[in-house]
């Protein structure tokens, strides 16, 4: 919006300079919508803020879940039948490729093992979640903690 018309009014003219129906600004921003991305993102307000809901949701320290958004390691979401490998579990670059070359070699018994990098992942991991289970939880926890400051 060019800023041409000012005040009222010029409500419901059309500016010829710049195409913009003038009308208020939270109006503007109501119609402007959403826009549908490709892949999911990772806000940053969840994740830097002190404390990182993200980090507090998924009970994983705030270096891990950085980790998993920047792109510097995977995360297990499905650890299939490998012994060695445990839901959420962080793993370098490396390790992924000792396990994919693992999963795709022809004598492998490996099945059903899942991990995730970036937003993705992290999307993954909260749809996981239970909330009316862990809202649950948390409130017998507040019942119980309370109890125990009174004996």
């Not at 980790?67 to 297990?76: E, G, P, R, S």
């Not at 995730?116 to 996981?128: D, K, P, S, V, Y």
Request: proline letters at 3%; a negative charge.
């Amino acid at each position: 919006w060019c800023g041409k018309y000012k005040r009222v009014r010029h409500r419901g003219i059309v500016c010829e300079r710049c195409g913009v129906e003038v009308t208020e600004s939270r109006v503007r921003r109501h119609r402007m919508g959403f826009i549908k991305l490709a892949a999911p993102v990772t806000h940053v307000w969840y994740l830097k803020g002190i404390p990182s809901y993200l980090s507090i949701l998924l009970d994983m320290p705030l270096r891990d879940v950085e980790q998993i958004v920047y792109f510097n390691a995977y995360v297990v979401l499905d650890p299939g039948n490998a012994g060695n490998l445990s839901y959420k579990q962080l793993l370098s670059e490396d390790q992924w490729l000792e396990i994919e070359e693992e999963i795709y070699a022809e004598d492998s018994e490996l099945v059903g093992i899942e991990v995730g990098i970036g937003a993705e992942a992290i999307q993954r991991l909260l749809q996981e979640i239970n909330l009316e289970e862990e809202a649950e939880r948390l409130r017998t926890e507040i019942v119980e903690s309370k109890g125990q400051k009174r004996a």
